[in-house]
């Protein structure tokens, strides 16, 4: 049996450690704790899971295997390839709730969670965060991006890095660029150029964003 161990203490993590037990029924996990380089994190929450260790000085074991609880792209981005460059192996999570149609491919370390459709052909990269969005036939997710809660995602490409915040709603067939950062509540008709943020209805430039790939 592997011990499972969840990258990061915030709500994120406590809703993932909610998933994992209903997941866990046939105990193949051993649900261990928490890793998380802010000690007082779970203050004041109520938690039934402890915070076991920090992030920067884990020593991942032949015997562990890890969860993404981290939402922020570039966070995720940084985290896994510390851990993963100390060989850490992650799974991926997908809620029991989640309605999945034929063909989903999923990548390594990416966690799905809440009761929305993904259909059909879609493909999801590594260390893919979706929370509560709906994705239409053969859309893609690439590596590292995070969808949030009731976005539409239509059949669109969401670029690596990208985050598309809730309640927004992507054009079918638009493409949203590594990096890009869609606001809450905004309709993308057409397509969101690499490192750009956009906001509205619909949505406009509304800034820029590094593109952490490169740091």
Same mark, same amino acid.
Request: one cysteine or more; charged letters at 20%; glycine letters at 14%.
């Given at each position: 049996?592997?011990?499972? $161990?969840?990258? =990061?203490?915030?709500?994120? =993590? ?13 105990? *193949?996990?051993?649900?261990? !704790?928490?890793?998380? @380089?802010?000690?007082? #994190?779970?203050? /004041? ?9 920090? +992030?920067?000085?884990?020593?991942? *074991? ?16 940084? +985290? ?16 029991? @709730? ?8 999923? !990548?390594? !370390?990416?966690? $799905?969670?809440?009761?929305?459709? $993904? ?21 893609? $997710? ?5 969808? #949030?809660?009731? #976005?539409? +995602?239509?059949? #669109?490409?969401?670029?690596? =890095?990208?985050?598309?915040?809730? *309640?927004?709603?992507?054009? *079918? !067939? ?10 809450? /509540? ?30």
């Amino acid at each position: 049996m592997k011990k499972m $161990i969840i990258v =990061g203490a915030g709500g994120l =993590g406590r809703k993932l450690f909610v998933c994992l037990r209903r997941l866990n029924t046939n105990h *193949q996990w051993d649900i261990r !704790g928490f890793i998380d @380089d802010n000690p007082h #994190a779970l203050d /004041g929450k109520k938690c039934d899971l402890p915070i076991i260790g920090g +992030l920067s000085d884990w020593a991942p *074991q032949e015997d562990e295997i890890f969860a993404m609880g981290v939402a922020e792209p570039s966070v995720k981005y940084k +985290l896994a390839a510390m851990l993963r460059g100390k060989g850490a192996k992650f799974a991926t999570i997908v809620s029991p @709730d989640v309605i999945l149609g034929d063909y989903v491919a999923f !990548g390594e !370390g990416s966690v $799905i969670l809440t009761p929305y459709n $993904i259909e059909s052909g879609v493909r999801i990269g590594e260390f893919v965060t979706v929370l509560g969005s709906t994705m239409a036939l053969d859309g893609v $997710i690439d590596d590292y991006a995070t969808t #949030a809660g009731f #976005a539409n +995602l239509t059949d #669109a490409h969401v670029g690596r =890095g990208a985050y598309v915040g809730s *309640q927004t709603f992507l054009n *079918q !067939g638009i493409t949203v660029g590594e990096c890009a950062y869609v606001g809450v /509540g905004s309709i993308c008709l057409k397509d969101v150029a690499p490192c750009t943020q956009v906001f509205g209805t619909p949505a406009r430039v509304i800034g820029k964003k590094e593109n952490f790939f490169n740091d």
